[in-house]
């Protein structure tokens, strides 16, 4: 049975072999990148949990194979949840993360430390053909950094560190990062229902 990965973000990509390969799903994960032809949904959704549906159901319709998604975004707490769902587009240009990072930190500027939270949010939605759909969401809690350090991860992982820890999810190994993410914890909260609901 092959479930398919509907996203275009190495990133993401990188991180879903490494948590749903890691549940022994015996399935085999297709990434996107293996139907170019199928065009990009828009992310028409206000919330996290809309936007991942509307991406499975997209890939799960094309494709005719149940398809997870994840949607995901930095919230920080002083600026009323922003970037949120926009994260990815937030200094204009979709995926320019230097861009993106830049932007943030120049929006919170000196702003003191118990000021400074924010969280990383993940929604992970599975679809099948037939229309079935699950979603669930995880989060991880932080504060910002005044610069970006370490150069694993991706996107904001350079400017969030955990509660908890000393450094950024950029500084933290694949292993340890998918260990507590928002990622993480959505995927793996998935698990059962791609249990569930995946023919065998
Ligand atoms: P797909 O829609 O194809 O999955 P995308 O990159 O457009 O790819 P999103 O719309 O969900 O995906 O945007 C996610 C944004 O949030 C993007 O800017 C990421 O850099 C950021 N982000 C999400 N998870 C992150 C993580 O684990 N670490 C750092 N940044 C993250
Ligand atoms: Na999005």
């Given at each position: 049975q092959r479930l398919v990965l509907a996203t275009r973000n190495a990133g993401k990509v990188v991180e879903l072999h490494a948590i749903l390969g890691a549940a022994g799903l015996g399935v085999e994960l297709v990434g996107a990148d293996a139907y170019p032809e199928i065009p990009d949904v828009a992310e028409t959704g206000v919330t996290f949990a809309e936007n991942a549906l509307l991406k499975a159901h997209a890939l799960a319709q094309a494709t005719g194979l149940p398809a997870v998604a994840d949607d995901s975004g930095l919230c920080v707490d002083v600026l009323g949840g922003a970037p949120g769902i926009f994260s990815a587009r937030w200094a204009g240009t979709h995926g320019d993360d230097k861009a993106n990072l830049e932007l943030l930190l120049a929006q919170i500027g000196d702003i003191a430390p118990p000021n400074r939270g924010a969280h990383f949010a993940c929604a992970a939605a599975l679809a099948l053909p037939d229309g079935t759909e699950r979603v669930v969401t995880g989060r991880l809690l932080g504060t910002l950094r005044y610069e970006p350090v370490g150069s694993g991860g991706f996107g904001y992982d350079p400017i969030l560190q955990p509660d908890g820890y000393?450094?950024?999810?950029?500084?933290?190994?694949?292993?340890?990062?998918?260990?507590?993410?928002?990622?993480?914890?959505?995927?793996?909260?998935?698990v059962p229902a791609v249990r569930e609901l995946l023919p065998r």
């Open positions: 000393q450094v950024t999810c950029a500084e933290l190994s694949a292993d340890e990062k998918n260990a507590i993410s928002h990622r993480g914890q959505a995927f793996r909260a998935l």
